[in-house]
C-alpha cells in the first residue's frame, strides 16, 4: 500500500487541489504551435489566390473544410475521451497535423489544398478535448485562469498569422510552410511530455474519478441547462463568424479601400488578433473575480458599438477599433468554456469538444458563406454585413446569474450524493 502510495504521488507534481502552472504552460505553448501552424491557412490566402488562381468562394471552402473537420470530430472526440480518458491522443494529434503542413507546401491546385487541410482539422480536433481536460486537472481551483492560460496560447496562435504573411509568405511564397513543420515537430516533443504527466494523474484514484465521473444534471435543471447551453451556443455561433469575417476577408476590405500592401494590410489584422489574445488571457482571472456572465456581458456590450462603426471610419481609426473589438469580444473565451463545464459537471472532454467544435464550425461555414457572398457582392458589403453578427449576443440577457450556477452545482451534488448512497445501499 504504501509503495503504491508513493509511486501516485511521485505522479502528482504538485497537490491534488493545486494549479500546475508547468503543465498549464505547456500545454498553452502547444495550443500556440497548433493554432500558428492551423492559422497558415487563412494567412496564406492572400498569397495561393493569384499563385493557384482560387476564388472568393474556393477559399472560402477551403476555410471550411479546415474548420467543418474540427468541428464534426471534436464533440466525439470529447464524449470518448470522457469515458475512457486517452494520453497517446495528445502527440498523435500533432502527428496529423504535420501531415497536413507538409501536403500545404506543396499543394498545387484547390484540391489537394482541401485534402491538406482536412488532415491539418483532424489533428486540431485530436488536439483540444483532451488537452482541455489536462488543463481542468491542472487548474485546481483556478479555472478561469487554467482556462485562460490554455486559451490565450491558441488565440496568439492565430494572431502570429498576419506576421507570418507579411514576413514569411510574401518573400517567399507558398514553400515557405515548410518552416511550420519545425513547429508541428516540436509540439510532438511537448505532448509526449504532456500524455506522461496526464497518464500519471489518470493513475490516482482521486484525479481519475474526477476526470471521469460527473455529478450529474437533477432532473428539474435540465431543462433550463439545455436552454442555456443553446444560448452559449447562439452567442459562440455568431462570435466566431465575426471573427471568420475578420480574419479572411478583412484584409482583402483594406486593400481596396486604403490601397495597402499585403503586408500592410495584414498587420492591421494581426493587431486585432493581438488584442484578441490579450483579453482572452485577461477574461478568465476577471470572471473568477467578477463572475463569468458579467465576463460576457462585457465582452458583447464593449465589442457592439465599435463593430458597427468600423467599415466607416479612416485607417488609423480603423486599427484603434480592431483593437478595441479584439479585446473586448475575445475576452469571454475563455469564460465561455468554463461556464458550459460548470453547466454540465464531469463532461469536461465533452463540453470542451462540442465548444471548440462548434468554433471551428460557425468559422467555417461563416467564411464560406461570407466567401460567396463576396464574390456575388462586394468585400465591402461582406464587412458591413459582420458588423450586425455580435448583435445576437445580446441573448445573454437569458444566462442564469454565477448564483443560480452555484445553486444548481450543490444540487447536482447532493443528487449524486443520494445516488451513491442508494447503490451502496443496494450493494
Known amino acids: 500500500m504504501q509503495t503504491k502510495m508513493t509511486a501516485a504521488a511521485r505522479s502528482v507534481p504538485l497537490k491534488q487541489n493545486g494549479t500546475v502552472f508547468g503543465i498549464l504552460l505547456a500545454i498553452s505553448l502547444v495550443h500556440l504551435l497548433n493554432d500558428t501552424i492551423q492559422s497558415v491557412v487563412p494567412a496564406i490566402f492572400p498569397i495561393v489566390k493569384d499563385s493557384l488562381s482560387l476564388t472568393y468562394t474556393q477559399l472560402?471552402?477551403?476555410?471550411?473544410?479546415?474548420?467543418?473537420?474540427?468541428?464534426?470530430?471534436?464533440?466525439?472526440?470529447?464524449?470518448?475521451?470522457?469515458?475512457?480518458?486517452?494520453?497517446?491522443?495528445?502527440?498523435?494529434?500533432?502527428?496529423?497535423?504535420?501531415?497536413?503542413?507538409?501536403?500545404?507546401?506543396?499543394?498545387?491546385?484547390?484540391?489537394?489544398?482541401?485534402?491538406?487541410?482536412?488532415?491539418?482539422?483532424?489533428?486540431?480536433?485530436?488536439?483540444?478535448?483532451?488537452?482541455?481536460?489536462?488543463?481542468?486537472?491542472?487548474?485546481?481551483?483556478?479555472?478561469?485562469?487554467?482556462?485562460?492560460?490554455?486559451?490565450?496560447?491558441?488565440?496568439?496562435?492565430?494572431?502570429?498569422?498576419?506576421?507570418?504573411?507579411?514576413?514569411?509568405?510574401?518573400?517567399?511564397?507558398?514553400?515557405?510552410?515548410?518552416?511550420?513543420?519545425?513547429?508541428?515537430?516540436?509540439?510532438?516533443?511537448?505532448?509526449?511530455?504532456?500524455?506522461?504527466?496526464?497518464?500519471?494523474?489518470?493513475?490516482?484514484?482521486?484525479?481519475?474519478?474526477?476526470?471521469?465521473?460527473?455529478?450529474?444534471?437533477?432532473?428539474?435543471?435540465?431543462?433550463?441547462?439545455?436552454?442555456?447551453?443553446?444560448?452559449?451556443?447562439?452567442?459562440?455561433?455568431?462570435?466566431?463568424?465575426?471573427?471568420?469575417?475578420?480574419?479572411?476577408?478583412?484584409?482583402?476590405?483594406?486593400?481596396?479601400?486604403?490601397?495597402?500592401?499585403?503586408?500592410?494590410?495584414?498587420?492591421?489584422?494581426?493587431?486585432?488578433?493581438?488584442?484578441?489574445?490579450?483579453?482572452?488571457?485577461?477574461?478568465?482571472?476577471?470572471?473568477?473575480?467578477?463572475?463569468?456572465?458579467?465576463?460576457?456581458?462585457?465582452?458583447?456590450?464593449?465589442?457592439?458599438?465599435?463593430?458597427?462603426?468600423l467599415p466607416y471610419v479612416n485607417f488609423t481609426l480603423s486599427i484603434v477599433f480592431c483593437v478595441i473589438i479584439g479585446f473586448t469580444i475575445m475576452s469571454s473565451g475563455s469564460v465561455n468554456v468554463v461556464y458550459a463545464q460548470e453547466l454540465l459537471p464531469g463532461n469536461i472532454g465533452t463540453v470542451s469538444g462540442l465548444f471548440f467544435g462548434l468554433a471551428f464550425g460557425a468559422g467555417g461555414l461563416g467564411a464560406a458563406a461570407l466567401g460567396a457572398l463576396a464574390d456575388s457582392t462586394s468585400i465591402e458589403h461582406v464587412i458591413k454585413l459582420c458588423a450586425y453578427l455580435p448583435l445576437i449576443g445580446l441573448l445573454a440577457i437569458f444566462l442564469p446569474s454565477d448564483r443560480k450556477l452555484k445553486i444548481w452545482a450543490e444540487e447536482a451534488e447532493r443528487s449524486q450524493a443520494a445516488k451513491s448512497g442508494s447503490g451502496s445501499s443496494g450493494a
Open 60 to 309: 472560402g471552402l477551403i476555410a471550411f473544410a479546415l474548420n467543418a473537420t474540427a468541428s464534426v470530430l471534436q464533440p466525439a472526440v470529447g464524449l470518448y475521451s470522457d469515458r475512457k480518458p486517452q494520453p497517446f491522443l495528445l502527440p498523435l494529434g500533432v502527428v496529423s497535423t504535420l501531415l497536413g503542413v507538409l501536403g500545404l507546401a506543396f499543394a498545387s491546385g484547390f484540391w489537394t489544398m482541401l485534402l491538406s487541410v482536412v488532415l491539418v482539422g483532424v489533428g486540431s480536433s485530436v488536439f483540444h478535448p483532451e488537452s482541455a481536460k489536462v488543463a481542468y486537472l491542472a487548474a485546481g481551483p483556478r479555472r478561469g485562469l487554467a482556462q485562460s492560460i490554455f486559451q490565450v496560447g491558441g488565440n496568439a496562435g492565430q494572431a502570429l498569422a498576419p506576421i507570418m504573411t507579411a514576413l514569411i509568405f510574401v518573400p517567399l511564397g507558398q514553400p515557405g510552410i515548410l518552416w511550420f513543420s519545425l513547429l508541428a515537430v516540436l509540439a510532438i516533443v511537448i505532448q509526449l511530455f504532456t500524455a506522461r504527466w496526464y497518464s500519471g494523474r489518470l493513475r490516482s484514484d482521486a484525479a481519475g474519478k474526477r476526470s471521469r465521473s460527473g455529478a450529474g444534471i437533477p432532473l428539474a435543471n435540465r431543462g433550463k441547462v439545455a436552454a442555456a447551453i443553446s444560448i452559449l451556443v447562439l452567442i459562440l455561433t455568431s462570435k466566431m463568424a465575426y471573427l471568420a469575417g475578420i480574419t479572411s476577408f478583412y484584409s482583402f476590405y483594406l486593400l481596396e479601400r486604403f490601397g495597402l500592401s499585403v503586408g500592410q494590410a495584414q498587420w492591421c489584422v494581426f493587431a486585432f488578433l493581438a488584442a484578441g489574445a490579450v483579453g482572452t488571457f485577461f477574461g478568465g482571472p476577471l470572471a473568477d473575480l467578477w463572475g463569468r456572465r458579467n465576463v460576457i456581458w462585457f465582452s458583447i456590450l464593449g465589442a457592439l458599438p465599435f463593430a458597427f462603426l
